[in-house]
């Protein structure tokens, strides 16, 4: 069974981003010009993400071994998570004496609009969840917030019978309407906040930015549809 209501493990939790951390003042970095104005601040410069996803590419060959995995992107946001994730993970896979075969799959779950989660979950794409059955399924998301669309995604491909379900979110949010589902790894646990940067988007505008900022009220309204 993927992610739990039980306390995860020591890697499942991430690096934890508390409630009063500032963040860094944009001017510390570059980033693209077109958005001058639309950010409050960087939450997680592009380095530190990077960094943190090749230990847990360490941690997941760790953890389920030197077996076959098929990996479910969630697009969009989680594009570049899962290719820098699938990277480092072929890169452990080549410089080990067993070779670990990875296939990629793609969906997209479709459940926000503007800032605002809609409440229902679209799965659109993919090939047909009945080719899960039996394999090792790797689900790789952006961000895990209530845990609702996810557990509504493993609902879907548990009753395929694969042999093994395991989740990594780039991000996890501390929210007070979380259901208490985790996954298995996190890459990093933040505030309650609207993030953007990495491939994670406001309405399709901000996935070319490099770090995980936070938006601002200007950068809601400009982009609002």
């Known amino acids: 069974m993927a992610g739990s209501r039980e306390e995860a493990p020591d890697y499942g939790r991430g690096v934890v981003i508390m409630d009063d951390w500032p963040g860094y003042d944009l001017n510390l970095f570059t980033y693209p010009q077109h958005y001058y104005g639309d950010l409050d601040y960087v939450l ?35 594009y570049k998570f899962c290719a820098d994730l699938v990277e480092h993970l072929k890169n452990i896979s080549r410089n080990s004496d067993r070779f670990v075969s990875m296939k990629v799959d793609f969906i997209r779950l479709k459940s926000y609009r503007n800032d605002q989660s809609m409440g229902e979950m679209q799965i659109i794409g993919g090939d047909d969840l009945s080719t899960l059955a039996g394999k090792n399924v790797l689900i790789v998301e952006d961000v895990v917030g209530t845990g609702r669309t996810m557990k509504a995604l493993l609902g879907s491909i548990e009753k395929y019978k694969p042999n093994m379900i395991k989740v990594a ?34 309405n399709e505008y901000f996935r070319d930015l490099n770090h995980i900022c936070v938006i601002n009220e200007h950068g809601k309204e400009k982009y609002r549809v």
């Not at 360490?58 to 969009?76: A, N």
């Not at 996890?172 to 994670?200: M, Q, W």
Request: net charge neutral; aromatic share 10%; hydrophobic share 40%.
């Open 44 to 78: 997680i410069p592009h380095g530190i993400v990077v960094d943190r996803i090749e230990r847990l590419a360490k941690d997941i060959m760790k953890d389920i071994g030197y077996c076959d995995i098929m990996v479910l992107c969630v697009l969009k946001g989680g």
């Open 169 to 202: 979110s780039l991000l996890v949010k501390r929210t007070p309407r979380s259901d208490g589902f985790r996954p298995d790894y996190a890459g990093f646990e933040i505030p309650n906040l609207f993030v953007v940067g990495y491939a994670l988007d406001y």
